[in-house]
């Protein structure tokens, strides 16, 4: 099982960015799908999550401005950010629960795309 996320970039504060992120191989099932962060000298943060029925939960930073989606069909998960800051600059990794044809449910993490904010 492989995640790939894209559509990092560059962009001025107040802008928009949409990452998606792509679910591939032996997948049986997907249950949770999520987006953390990294900044520099910082710890991994939760950003968002989606349940497979659709149920979401944001970071308070985020709320209002974020938002996650995700196209079962496609076995991929969307972040759609609004109204960026500077302080959302960081590295963006998803994850999910996934289940595969020959094993158990299991995390697994994307590569990560960079998001840089400017002022």
């Known amino acids: 099982v492989q995640l790939q996320a894209f559509g990092g970039g560059l962009v001025q504060a107040g802008g928009s960015l949409k990452l998606s992120c792509a679910a591939s191989?032996?997948?049986?099932?997907?249950?949770?799908m999520g987006w953390y962060r990294q900044a520099p000298g910082n710890q991994r943060e939760l950003v968002a999550d989606?349940?497979?029925?659709?149920?979401?939960n944001y970071a308070d930073s985020v709320k209002g401005r974020f938002t996650i989606s995700r196209d079962n069909a496609k076995d991929t998960v969307y972040l759609e950010m609004n109204s960026l800051k500077p302080e959302d600059t960081a590295v963006y990794y998803c994850?999910?629960?996934?289940?595969?044809?020959?094993?158990?449910?299991?995390?697994?993490w994307g590569q990560g795309t960079q998001v840089t904010v400017s002022s």
């Open positions: 994850n999910a629960a996934i289940a595969t044809m020959t094993s158990s449910t299991a995390w697994y």
């Open positions: 191989g032996s997948i049986f099932s997907i249950n949770a």
């Open positions: 989606i349940s497979s029925g659709g149920r979401t």
